[in-house]
């Protein structure tokens, strides 16, 4: 496997360096100058026992003498990296050039035989793939171009004779491949799938180091799609992805390099650009859930860091066990996101969807909530950069993480997998049989599926075509109100359609902020509001219980109001008719500080005639940060969020500041108000918090005729709204609380 695509070495060894065995037997110039590796004359160089393994953009040491400095050098004889052996006797690089390479010691005295590190386009003839034996049933281990090999688990829904099955595939760095956990890979076999659960490299018992979604990464998901796709027990020979969440981001970046075998991706509660969606939104630093996160797959990558593989290498498990070997060359992520708070292509083009996703040609199946608490819910704004693909089809309503796999999306979501993956006509009786056991896991509430088994009777094409004429774009209103449900339960309480997104019949429509807190259209101001950027008047969160205890029915949130003179407030009238808003928000804010920079909160809330007021959505931006991408529109915002645009404040001075409010949904009904809070991050989101620079600096908030700050709304005409407010605490993902 070491030197898979390389040509015939004589090929590849440059004429100067063909001797290996003496440097000063192969010659030198007038001048009596060594090879590049500066080796001295007297040295003698001897073939390196230590083995080197090249891969797309990577070499990989392993069984070296630890505390060794070895070096790259290219096929011209210069230097292009060195580094030290770890303990374990490994060493990798990353971001190798494609090429020619030796890797020698420090001193010349031992040299590898020349390899070639590859490109993405190097892919393994068909035969590599349909030569490996997967298990039809339990663990093993599939190999990837690079020869690492990947820990996978095998459930089919019956006999392998009975086979062969459609096939579904998880693939992400937390432990789809553990034996011992069989959550998923039950429910996809109920619903008639053999289930495929994927650890990726440098996680679980697979071999490899870990990094963050790294182009190996990528690369390991098309190997594994088609490895497992030429297997028997594979229907059509085709794949399909699912997961939620880390397993539901992992098929973007997998089906962006077009495995010929996938057949459909179903991206569940995923983010749009890693940096903008969740890390640094608005550029402030989310300490809560992304860094806590990032912490936590840092120590599972470390050897051994998932408690089951230890227990396997125990158990004689010698490949789970050498396998751990290349852990200690993991990167420090957390190290790395402190060092970069500001966006840069390099690091951050890799990690954001929305730079490839216009690459997808399959199926997609999305479905995630505006105020998810871990991902942000960002994510509608990667949609209209599916351009390559005829069929996406898209749920999107309020709610938490979860919400993405609840009743309410559930039934969709099997007839995509039925229709794209199974190839059958869609029949929801396992699932209906299944959804309320899952609903009372998950939320606490054994919540049924209330929709109609409606394809049963047709045959697969006209079901095809009944499903793919539907609106593409779902959009679930009130997810926890749903007649009949107890409150907070996920099912919702009615529903839009539409045919793409941005939703065409939006209305970009401007409201004013105004003088004595007033927010609405066309309003005549002469002032400012001037507040405290205090981030610690408010708790962080306003959830502090267990990860998965925020998906309970009977969830408490303390959505705690900002002590007076800490937020700039301002509310509307009562609205004289229904409003209904869909989509991204601006918020136009003219603003001046006494500080050279200042973190920025903007929330809307719904002040109801019952006396409550109804969380709906936030947005954030440090101030240095507000300089625009290019793609910005009225309703969108985009930062930049390069270190070569930050702009500091001069204090007493004007700035417009466009804030960024994140994706939503939300139904205001005639007599509701609409409030926009302005503030220093905190207290608005379910787990996350900030790393603030707000220090008690006074901020204004200027509405004048010179300075007319405003919000951009983005308003649906047209849609019905059945009556009745829902209860206060009843919708998901939305705190309530007195005015």
Known sequence: MKNRFRRPLTALIPVGVICLASVTACGGDDSGTTSASEAPNDVIAVPAEFSVNPGTHMITITEAEPGTTLVVLADDGSETARGEVDEQGSLL?????????????????????????????????????????????????????????????????????NGPYPTVLEYSGYAPSNPGDSTLSLLYNALGFAYVGVNMRGTGCSGGSYRFFEEAQLLDGYDAIEAVAAQPWVEFNQVGMVGISYPGISQLFVASTRPPSLSAITPLSVLDDSYRSTLYPGGILNTGFAVEWTSQRVAEAAPFGQEWTKTRADEGDTVCADNQKLRLQNPDLEAEIDANPYYSAELGDEINPSKFVGSIEVPVFMAGAWQDEQTGGHFPALLDDFTSTDDLYVTLLNGLHTESIGPAVLPRYVEF???????????????????????????????????????VGLDYSNALDAFSNEPRIQVLFEEGAADGQPSAAPLNRWSAGFDSWPIP??????????DSGRFGPSLVSSGGTEYTADPTAVPGTF????????????????????????????????????????????????????????????????????????????????????ALDDSSTELHVVQTHLESDAEPLVPGEPVLARVDIFPFAHAFRAGSQVRITIDAPGGNRGVWSF??????????????????????????????????????G???GQPCRPI
């Open 691 to 728: 790393r603030s620079i707000s220090a008690g600096e006074k901020v204004t908030v200027l509405h004048d005729a010179e300075h007319p700050s405003s919000i951009v709304l983005p308003v649906i005409p047209g849609v019905s709204v059945p009556a009745g407010l829902p209860a206060c």
């Open 505 to 514: 019949s939006t209305v970009a429509t401007r409201w004013q902020l105004g």
């Open 93 to 161: 690089f990353r971001r190798v050039e494609v090429g020619t390479y030796r890797v020698t010691t420090e001193d010349g005295s031992a040299s590898s035989e020349p390899v070639e590190v590859y490109g993405p386009d190097a892919v393994p003839a068909p035969e590599f793939y349909s030569s490996q034996v997967l298990p039809a049933g339990g663990f093993g281990y599939l190999t990837t171009r690079d020869g690492t090999t990947l820990s996978i688990n095998v459930s089919l829904p019956g006999p392998v004779e």
């Open 417 to 455: 997998l039925s229709l794209f993956v199974a190839k059958k006509v869609p029949d929801l009786t396992a699932a209906i049989a299944a959804a309320p056991t899952l609903a009372s896991a998950i939320y606490g509430v054994p919540t049924p599926i209330v929709a109609p088994n409606r394809f």
């Open 543 to 626: 959830y502090t219980g267990s990860g998965s205890g925020i998906w309970r029915a009977d969830v408490k949130f303390d959505w705690v109001r900002n002590p007076e003179g800490t937020a700039a407030v301002f509310t509307s009238e009562p609205l004289t008719e229904d409003l209904v808003l869909i989509g991204s928000a601006s918020a136009d804010l003219w603003i001046s500080s006494d500080a050279t920079d200042t973190d920025l909160e903007v929330t809307i809330s719904e002040i109801r005639p019952d006396g409550n007021e109804m969380y709906v959505q936030s947005g954030w931006l440090r101030a240095s940060h507000r």
């Open 730 to 732: 009843s919708l998901r």
